[in-house]
């Protein structure tokens, strides 16, 4: 009596792998989703440790917030997010600080970089527009804002994702309405909510997801 060879056949291998096939097919969107959600989480907490820097820095500043630029000499040199990180590494502002030197590579890190931005480094000091404000951004009606006499702290946008390639000019990390924020013309994009929002911290601290449509149609008196 022969004996049945052991192993599988050409066919069963195929419907094997169909089968592996479409069980991935199935699992990467759950998993791709779960990824976007994660980053998203991450992002809410970068930004509350952003609000946790630059009020220690507003703190030792006299109760005033920082400009959006011109924080160590007056004009274009220290941006909101360079004092934040002087918070951060016990140091003097020095402008572009929060990109850390690695060889001739400037290199965006967590807390003050967004774990869903596509750029996270650039090369040389010619490109670093191409980066500065594709992170975060600060409300510019802020610069310079003396804390305690803020309105409505807790309508107030303070800090927020920001996506500005920066292709045709230099852009600050800083927004006055939600053009400034996200520029798609060139190439920028709204990075949660299925890309159609951003996280925002408000002045009093708080963080919370917006779409696109809730910022364009909040009270510009009052959001901004």
């Known amino acids: 009596m022969k004996r ?9 291998l195929l419907v094997t792998v169909a089968v592996i096939a479409v069980l ?7 998993l791709n989703a779960a990824k976007l959600k994660a980053q998203t989480v991450r992002c809410v907490g970068n930004l509350r440790q952003l609000g946790t ?9 006299d109760s005033y917030l920082p400009a959006y630029n011109g924080n160590e000499d007056g004009y274009s ?7 934040a990180y002087s918070i951060h590494k016990h140091s003097v502002v020095r ?8 060889g001739g590579l400037y290199v965006a890190r967590e807390p003050f970089r967004c774990p869903s931005a596509v750029v996270t480094q650039c090369e040389g000091t010619g490109n670093l527009r191409y980066i500065v404000a ?39 990390p800083e927004a006055r309405n939600a053009d400034g924020m996200v520029n798609r013309n060139e190439g920028g994009s709204w990075r949660h909510y299925s890309g159609a ?3 925002v911290l ?19 008196k009052i959001f901004w």
């Open 95 to 102: 402008d572009h600080a929060w990109l850390e030197k690695q």
């Open 4 to 12: 049945k060879k052991s192993g599988f056949t050409i066919i069963e």
């Open 53 to 61: 820097f630059l009020l220690f820095y507003t703190e030792q500043n």
């Open 202 to 220: 408000f002045v009093d601290g708080h963080v919370s997801g917006m779409r696109e449509s809730a910022i364009r149609a909040a009270n510009p």
């Open 134 to 172: 594709r992170h975060y951004g600060m409300n510019g009606w802020l610069s310079k804002s003396f804390l305690p006499r803020i309105a409505n702290p807790s309508q107030r946008s303070l800090l927020f994702d920001m996506d500005q390639p920066g292709v045709s000019a230099w852009v600050n």
């Open 24 to 30: 991935a097919g199935l699992l990467l969107p759950a």
């Open 197 to 199: 929002g951003a996280n």
């Open 77 to 83: 040199q220290g941006k909101w997010i360079d004092c």
